[in-house]
C-alpha cells in the first residue's frame, strides 16, 4: 500500500535548503503557487538520469510527516496519491490529519476566498501500530 516500498532507484542528495522565494516557484506535490517572499524547501538530486531540483511549500513539507511516521518515507511527487490510497486502503488510519492534509493538498492550500490555509502541524504519532 505504501509508494515507498515499491521505489527502486539510487538518488544522490547535493542540496537541502530551507528558502525564502525571490520568484515565484510551484510545488512539486500540490502545484499551489509559492509567492515572493514566502519560504520553501529546495533540494536538488543526482541519478544516472541527471539532476532534478525540487521545491515544496510549507504544507506539502508538514503533511509529508504522516506518510514518513506511517510509512518510513514518501515518493516526490506521490504525496497526494499516496495518502488518498490510505484513505481509501484502510479505515485505521482514516483521522482528520489525514482528512484535512487531502483536502488542502486538492485545494492547493487556499481557502474559498483565495487566502492561504494555515500550515498544518508536524505529524507525530502513528495510528496503526
Do not use: N
Amino acid at each position: 500500500m505504501c509508494m515507498i516500498d515499491d521505489a527502486d532507484g539510487k538518488w544522490d542528495l547535493l542540496l537541502d535548503e530551507t528558502r525564502r522565494a525571490r520568484k515565484v516557484h510551484r510545488c512539486y506535490e500540490c502545484h499551489c503557487e509559492i509567492r515572493p517572499g514566502e519560504s520553501y524547501e529546495c533540494r536538488k538530486f543526482a541519478s544516472d538520469y541527471g539532476v532534478e531540483t525540487v521545491t515544496t511549500c510549507p504544507h506539502c513539507v508538514a503533511v509529508r510527516s504522516w506518510l514518513v511516521v506511517q510509512c518510513r518515507g514518501w515518493l516526490y511527487g506521490g504525496v497526494l496519491q499516496d495518502l488518498q490510497e490510505h484513505w481509501q486502503d484502510d479505515d485505521l488510519l482514516r483521522g482528520r490529519y489525514l482528512a484535512l492534509a487531502i483536502s488542502g493538498m486538492q485545494k492547493r492550500w487556499a481557502k474559498r476566498d483565495g487566502s492561504p490555509m494555515r500550515v498544518m502541524g508536524v505529524y507525530k504519532v502513528p495510528v496503526a501500530a
